[in-house]
């Protein structure tokens, strides 16, 4: 982790991220749960949690819009969810705005590692889901690869692999099983040339993303390849953890 993320504040840290994502989204359309690689995971999932929440889904939600519970701190991002149809509250996952034990099924992709404090962000979401449930989480690996990049998009952190499963049992969290995600290039030089647009043209930069490597990015995933526990984190830059809430 970068000295500068670490004396970010909580409050710094989420006006941080809405004037990033509030300018990510508002160019954005949202694109449908059915189309990421989480498909096949999410709806069998679903099945059998009558009670969901996805927390910072911004405008790629992966949960079915009908019959979930989305929390956002975007207002661009809240507006497209509503005028999709779902169920959509403005707030913060390390105060979340929900009664104990309330969720079946919670998910929070690329969230935990925005916030100064993820203890309280881990300690929110065991309060939130109901004993047994399932929480999905995506978190980004190995301190030693923090960049340029992590920095411009607000990350305060990436997790150690070795030393994540006990941090989660500490919230009462079991890794049931996991696997590589997430749509982040290979090349370094693809990332040094998007990091340099985002400094200097960030909304052209923006533009694209959204218009152009998204939908390639889409259309180039790979199905998910799940390994029981946690997976060997040679070479996985950011880990998918199906969790169980003990």
């Not at 099945?47 to 009908?66: F, K, T, V």
């Not at 259309?219 to 946690?230: A, E, I």
Request: proline content about 6%.
């Amino acid at each position: 982790m970068g000295a500068v993320a670490q004396a970010r504040s909580d409050s710094g840290m989420v006006e941080t991220n809405r004037r990033f994502y509030d300018n990510l989204w508002s160019g954005a359309k949202l694109v449908a749960p059915q189309r990421f690689n989480t498909w096949p995971l999410v709806s069998q999932l679903c099945e059998r949690a009558a009670h969901r929440l996805e927390i910072a889904p911004g405008l790629r939600p992966r949960l079915p819009l009908g019959g979930t519970v989305f929390l956002d701190l975007s207002a661009p991002a809240l507006r497209a969810l509503r005028a999709s149809g779902a169920n959509a509250a403005n707030g913060v996952i390390g105060t979340l705005p929900f009664a104990d034990r309330s969720f079946d099924l919670v998910c929070a992709f690329d969230i935990v590692e925005h916030v100064a404090d993820d203890d309280a962000a881990f300690a929110e979401l065991s309060r939130v889901a109901a004993t047994g449930a399932i929480v999905l989480l995506s978190l980004p690996l190995h301190p030693r690869a923090w960049n340029a990049f992590d920095e411009c998009v607000g990350h305060c952190r990436r997790y150690e692999p070795d030393a994540l499963p006990a941090k989660l049992a500490r919230h009462g969290f079991a890794i049931e099983r996991s696997a590589a995600y997430g749509m982040q290039p290979k090349s370094s030089r693809l990332l040094d040339l998007g990091l340099w647009f985002l400094q200097r043209h960030r909304s052209l930069a923006m533009r694209w993303y959204n218009r152009v490597f998204m939908p390639i990015g889409l259309r180039l995933q790979k199905p998910l390849r799940w390994t029981d526990g946690m997976i060997d984190p040679r070479g996985v830059d950011e880990v998918l953890l199906v969790c169980r809430r003990r």
